[in-house]
């Protein structure tokens, strides 16, 4: 039911104030079958899997999703990312609820996979290997099913876009120096002539979009969350041409999701400029001031797009991680009517580029992320995917529940509570569960991306909490910086200040409490680390190259010496006194986001003081576990963890 909208490191101090006397570990099951770890598994202090626990869980484990992809424009069908087997990867779908074709059989996962723009003979996709991020960029052509690698194979490759007469692809790649994203250009079907379009200092440079008569890229320099800015560049010369930094000088201001006007008069982008909240913007290319498309209301537009003809905008607001979508006639500022949403969360709108049909990925509390569709005028939407939940009925779990609270400043706190099912009787036990980012943001889908939660709530009757503590962003720009640099440790108070609320509720039982989450206590049971933060200090040191500037901005200089003694003073690797309570942590080796030490540091800090500490180990994931065998044993092993060290003595 949860997205993790940004898949980066939390700024965790998820053991900073662990101060509860550890609960009693009950007794290893003396089952004698036990479900073994593959050989990528690195378990350290872990029980044995039963294998009657992972018989149990396993319809938990086989849910999955289908996220939109791509149009294809010379016919009604669409790219989507799926997982058939081990990984997910790139199947198309010829026509609403028909059969999914497998187009990419990788051991490795595939992504962001894009038609060619004009004829739709071939498609580009991402893939990663062993979680590293060193994306590479392949193309896949339609008659013959031949894949073709079309980057260094070695690099960072990413943010890409094709252009709009199909005959060139701009992304972003750290080819030149292994740390600068810098521009590159290259026709795709004539690989190996890659060129050096424009040289770009930092990790930040993201592709987003070609003009109509593909002459011009439009380009993001992200700074951090809450500082980005739009610049032109001309694809023959390289030349560049600011786009909006002269709108507020010397103002932080965020920029994204810009591309052109059907006509290629503008550029359309997403920016909380003039406002707490980010709102759709025209910016004229031909003079003129900029002119706010959308309502001046208090929810981020997540996402928009606009219509092949120029006649439609579509777009979805944020309200506190509500999904509402909106159909505007770009000509009158009209509201057009839509179809029905069921509360949940939209992702990936697209017009398809010919017939102006809508797409869009759509997921509820009780449904994983699907494929939609609907055209101008009609009043439902065209369901194209029918996802699986392993075989579970899940429409008779309670609705999300939309929960406030009051930090010790008075800060108003927001998140999502779901109670188990009416079965479960007495108070209950919790997990709370803390999104990364750490200018990430709790909403209302399908729980988490594994779908492993369900199980807690269904067989186990624990109550959980997703909390959108100050940081996190759909909240307003001034709300997602109340944690930056020094005043990381505020948010540590806002789950201070739930745990107080817990006990105001009657259904909840405050002595029982878990905290987990990628990867950020004083009245908790226990904690699940995932790839997370040990030391804000030495993850700055350790963290790759090329993002090492953007995390700074968020998590402040270290080089400073009052910044570097204020993220000491609060890292939970030196607060190694108040380690007293279990830990499962897990973590990628191939991590290069928070390197594989800081979590091998959190574990030998909690044992210095003898804590139980679980650790899990994968050779051959990263920050974003991918591979299904390695998500499947974490999962059984939280199931053990949770009987261990929240449940038990307690029946």
Known sequence: MIRRRFFTETASLLSLVLLANVLPLSAQSSAKEVFAPVGSLIPIDTPAVPLTLERKASPYTDAREARFQSWNPVSRSLLIRTRFGDVPGIHEVASPMGARSQLTFLNEPSREAKWQPKLGHYFVYMRDTGGAEQYQLYRRDAANGTTTLLTDGTSRNMY??????????AWASTHRNGADLDLWTEDPENPGGAKL???WKGGGLQVQAWSPDSHTIAVLNYVSVNESSLSLVDAASGAVKDLTTGLAPGEKVSWSEARFTTDGTAVLALSDWNSEFHRLWRIPLRGGAPVCLTPDIKHDVDVFDISPDGRYLAYSLNDEGISRLHLMAVSTRHEMPVPAIPTGVIEDLQFH????EL???????????DVYSFKTGATALTRWTASETGGLNMGDEKPAELIHWTAQDNVRISGFLFAPPAKFIGKRPVIIDIHGGPEGQARPDYLDDYHEYHYFLREMGVALIYPNVRGSTGFGKTFSMLDNGVKRE????????LLDWIKTRPDLDASRVLVAGMSYGDRIAASIDTVGLSNIVTFLQRTAEYRRQLRRAEYGDERDPATRAALEKIAPANLAGNLTKPMFIRAGKMDPRVPYAESEQMAAAARKNHAPVWFLGMKDEGHVFQ????IDYGFYLKILFVQNYLLEPHP
């Not at 580029?353 to 102006?356: D, E, K, N, T």
């Not at 591979?627 to 390695?630: A, E, L």
């Open 160 to 169: 890409y876009a094709l252009s709009h007469d199909g005959r060139w692809m």
């Open 197 to 199: 379009l424009v040289q």
């Open 353 to 356: 580029p010919v017939i102006g």
């Open 359 to 369: 797409a869009l990925s759509l997921s509820t509390p009780s449904q994983p992320y």
């Open 490 to 497: 505020d948010s540590i108070t806002d789950i201070g200040a």
């Open 627 to 630: 591979k299904k065998t390695n």
